[in-house]
């Protein structure tokens, strides 16, 4: 019969470090009591068979379920369900509203996660972006690859060199042209300083690709984009085949794109310029559940001041 506990220290929580990613594993190594991250262990007979691992966000207004894994011969038996169940209540005593996951489709255990997720009152997955992946030797093949002269009223720089003055020049625009997911400083937090760019066109900064190393070998190019106006001519493609470069001749083999699907322009560059040169091109889903008991949603009620006068 398997047991649940939750873990509370690096020292035993490293015993479970397989059974979830490696961006992750840190995580575990680094437990501690009164921790954001938490962990959930199953085991039978002192022998690790599964982990549930969720991370409450800053402010406590939401929660990300990084991970759930059970060994493969164990699954089957409930302890999936049981896992999530459980990870769901530690939440709660944290008084954290809701919950999110994002996963990736293209592995074999999507159906099992989906059919978890329904089981226990998520919403239906949305898709979110594509995630393609690659090696540098295939994509420097792209015929884009070619196309990473820029003229001379353009100029790329380390995205770390952006001054004071361009960053609220950014942040103030006086005709906003920079989607809210797509701004660059939400995204800087462990940035890839190797082949994270800017771009800049008359001096001033048009376009930006900032990257995150997932692994040694792995670079994730997370999110990229030029002003509208300049994108017909190709300056983000560019800008993009420089990074790759970079990269290539820093001999890191591995590549990863996210591009959300709201953006049109971006999805179809990568269906029809980029696929051919993807190893895989998958979809990340994501799904959300409230974790508002209903005594609790009674006491929020209660503690709304009367407006009647």
């Known amino acids: 019969m398997y047991r649940l506990e939750r873990l509370e220290y690096g020292f035993v929580a490293c015993l479970y470090q397989s059974f979830t990613f490696p961006r992750f594993r840190s995580l575990l190594q680094d437990l501690k009591p009164q921790s954001n991250v938490i962990a959930i262990a199953a085991s039978e007979a002192y022998e690790p068979v599964g982990l549930a691992l969720a991370q409450i966000q ?7 379920i990084l991970s759930i894994y059970v060994e493969p011969r164990y699954r089957h038996e409930g302890i999936g369900t049981a896992l999530l169940q459980r990870l769901e209540t530690e939440l709660q005593q944290y008084h954290c509203p809701r919950a999110e996951l994002v996963y990736t489709t293209g592995h074999p255990t999507i159906l099992s996660l989906e059919r978890l997720l329904q089981k226990r009152h998520w919403s239906v997955p949305k898709p979110r972006m594509l995630v ?8 420097a093949n792209a015929p884009w690859m070619k196309r990473t002269s820029l003229p001379v009223a353009y100029r790329l720089f380390p995205w770390q060199e952006i001054t004071s003055s361009e960053r609220i020049a950014l942040q103030q625009q006086t005709n906003p042209w920079i989607p809210p997911m797509l701004m660059p400083f939400q995204h800087e937090q462990n940035l890839e300083s190797l082949n994270s760019l800017g771009l800049r066109y008359q001096g001033e900064i048009v376009g930006w690709m900032i990257t ?18 300049l994108q017909k001519l190709g300056r983000f493609i560019s800008l993009l085949a420089n990074a790759i470069q970079i990269q290539i001749d820093a001999k890191i083999p591995y590549c990863i794109w996210t591009s959300p699907l709201e953006f049109s322009g971006m999805v179809h560059f990568v269906k029809k310029h980029m696929s051919p040169y993807l190893t895989s091109l998958e979809e990340s889903r994501g799904s959300h559940r409230s974790l508002i008991v209903p005594n609790q949603v009674e006491e929020k009620c209660l503690a709304v001041p009367s407006q009647a006068t």
């Open 58 to 64: 800053p402010g406590q207004q939401s929660s990300q």
């Open 132 to 139: 393609g992946k690659t090696t540098t030797d295939t994509i």
């Open 212 to 229: 995150h190393r997932l692994d040694p070998d792995t670079i994730r190019y997370t999110a990229g984009f030029v002003r509208p106006d």
